[in-house]
């Protein structure tokens, strides 16, 4: 639970913040511990926003996990002790009441004797992946977390920024869609049934093409409305369904990665990020079996996460991992399994695995770039062509007026 409290530090200067505890009891030995002489404590009711989030957890943001990742790791570096870091980096959360009541909560944790991997696990206020988590904790026994703390924030980073590069790419693309939809519905809608008046004056055979136009705007006419509404319906039962149903999600994932052109950049986006985690944490010390676990748990993709959740069970069998992909329902790229078997041949599967991240991460990009060079003429010869047909066909009938 969370509590907020005023009162009066050991310094005698006013304070007024939030404090997790499980029960009012703990809220005060917490801040005797602190030195801080309570005058009020009352527990923090959430807002009506904060009702709609059944988990009242914030999510962490790539960039700013990957940020505090590198402070934590610069100043442990400098041989400032983790919990006097995490003091420093609480004045840079001023703002940001949910980071700072996470890092407070952190440093409380320190401050009763758990160690960093227990305070982070402990906490409730922030959504922390397993992976970090693991990871920390693996660093933290074996006297290295300041290089696991720098790598995560590597890692973290360049996953922010691979999705922002892809949210960019296709930021155009998907103006264009959109634009050109709704240039097409507006002269459907509302243009061709001004149109459509001469043309019912005229004692002739409308061409096949304008009939065609007019048809088309008298059903967007009269079931504009209508053909909006089901769209959002079944839009909103599709996101439900993803959400809710797991084997309906899995069908879906499933077809994503059949999909031509498309179904290669996702599949090699995830074997992207599976390899470059799955490699921090075997350099962190975390056992294989664990390693592909945890890996498996940052996938997207449903088929994906599930067929190397099975195979880390099979590993744990005496199985090679390379073996248990091979034999798969499931197929994916050979050379990946290939580069795993060399990896486990060698004894070194870190280094292939780190290789291999940035090979497909390369190849995707390269991809997404051609795909995308090839997209925007594609949308922009639509666009021209739908227009240009609707307008051909209005015109049609004016022109065999003339020529008659």
Known sequence: MIFRFKGIDELGKKV????????????????????????????????????????????????ELSSLSRELSMYIRSGITIVSALKIVQTHYEKNKKMKLFLTTVSTHLDEGKNFYTALDTQTVVNLPAFFKESIKVSESGGILDEVLLELSRFLKEQDRIAKEIKGAFAYPSFMI?????????????????????????????????????AMGDFFN??????????????????????????????????????????DIIQKSELARFSYIASLLTRSGVTFVQTVNLSAN?????????????????????KLLSNALNESKIKIDHAFIQSIALGEETSQVENVLSN?????????????????????????????????????????????????
């Open 356 to 404: 291999v991240s940035e090979l497909y991460f390369e190849e995707n990009r390269d991809k997404i770039s051609l795909l995308l060079t090839l997209l925007e003429p594609a949308l922009m010869l639509f666009v021209g062509s739908s227009i240009g047909f609707i307008v051909a066909a209005m015109l049609l009938p004016i022109f065999s007026m003339s020529i008659q």
């Open 222 to 263: 009269n079931y504009f409305t209508t053909l909006l509404g089901t769209i959002s319906i079944i839009v909103a039962i599709f996101i439900f369904f993803m959400k809710t149903n797991h084997s309906f999600a899995y069908m879906i994932h499933k077809l994503l990665l059949k999909l031509p052109l498309f179904g």
């Open 178 to 214: 959109i634009i050109s939809l709704l240039m097409i519905s507006f002269m459907l809608a509302f243009v061709v049934p001004q149109i459509t008046g001469i043309f019912e004056s005229m004692d002739q055979e409308l061409p096949k093409a304008t009939q065609f136009v007019i």
């Open 16 to 63: 007024s913040d939030k404090i997790e505890a499980n029960s009012l009891t703990e809220v005060k030995a917490k801040l005797k511990a602190k030195k801080i002489i309570y005058q009020t404590i009352t527990e923090d009711s959430p807002s009506l926003f904060e009702n709609l989030d059944f988990s009242r957890k914030y999510n962490i943001p790539p960039k």
């Open 298 to 318: 940052i996938l997207n993709n449903l088929v994906l996460k599930e067929l190397f959740s099975s195979s880390a069970k099979q590993v744990v069998e005496g």
